[in-house]
């Protein structure tokens, strides 16, 4: 069967103060991706919990929490709880990963392994078997806005293979820089989930940009 790709448009280039209304105005998206930073796992500070419950509230869409957080052993329950669909953790910044997935898992949530773009995929592929999406960055976390790295792209392949030789079971979801200019390399190197943030919430319609990343994706899957 063909991959179906998957477009989640990342709040943190919304307007906060209309998060509502902004959320509104991505509902034709597939998931909705939250990008919850700590200021000590990234040089930035987003938003937490309470957000997010309040968002989980009014989102017509399933959540995609990505935590560029320390210490996620103790927060990402929380967010599984909160209702997320899925909830995504820093393989640099766990120290038993398989552990936050089983208590991902029990809360009811999908159980995400991201990996930033100097980390090498080969180091995480033992316990990549407990995860359901690897969310692979390509850009340094912490902010909206980058250039794509487009040096990641042997790591997605290589994920792809392990997924379609059935030796692992996930979705490979990528996260920075994506655009018009740059999901079709994502696509035909095997992405299933397209986050992007500023193609998006910068462009004068939301709806269309979702439905336009969508058309292009699939049409590059398909080669
Ligand atoms: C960066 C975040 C991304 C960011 C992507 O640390 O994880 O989700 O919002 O924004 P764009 O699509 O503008 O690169
Ligand atoms: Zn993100």
């Known amino acids: 069967m063909s991959r179906q790709p998957l477009i989640a448009p990342s709040l ?12 509104a ?13 700590d200021a000590h796992f990234v040089p930035n500070l987003t938003l937490g919990l309470p957000v997010v419950e309040a968002i989980q509230q009014v989102s017509p869409v399933p959540l995609d929490c990505h935590l560029m957080i320390e210490n996620p052993e103790r927060w990402a329950p929380g967010y599984a709880e909160a209702g997320s669909r ?5 393989a640099e910044a766990c ?4 552990a936050v997935a089983r208590d991902i898992r029990a809360a009811g949530a999908l159980a995400g392994l991201a990996i930033k773009p100097g ?16 969310l692979v960055m390509s850009v340094e976390p912490g902010f909206g ?5 487009a040096d990641v792209l042997p790591k997605v392949r290589r994920a792809r293979e392990l997924v379609d030789a059935g030796e692992l079971t996930l979705l490979v979801e990528i996260d920075g820089g994506i655009n018009a200019d740059t999901i079709e390399q994502a696509a035909e190197a095997g992405v ?32």
């Open 12 to 23: 943190l280039s919304a307007d906060f103060a209309r998060i509502a209304d902004e959320v």
């Open 25 to 37: 105005r991505v509902a034709d998206a597939d998931w909705l991706h939250v990008d919850v930073m």
């Open 86 to 90: 899925n909830v995504t953790v820093h």
């Open 95 to 98: 120290t038993d990963p398989r």
């Open 119 to 134: 980390t090498p995929l080969e180091d995480h592929l033992d316990v990549l078997a407990d995860f359901d999406t690897l």
């Open 145 to 149: 806005g980058q250039s794509f790295i």
């Open 192 to 223: 299933d989930m397209f986050v992007a943030g500023s193609a998006v919430y910068g462009a004068d319609d939301p709806a269309r940009a979702i439905a336009a990343l969508r058309a292009q994706a699939a049409a590059a899957m398909r080669g």
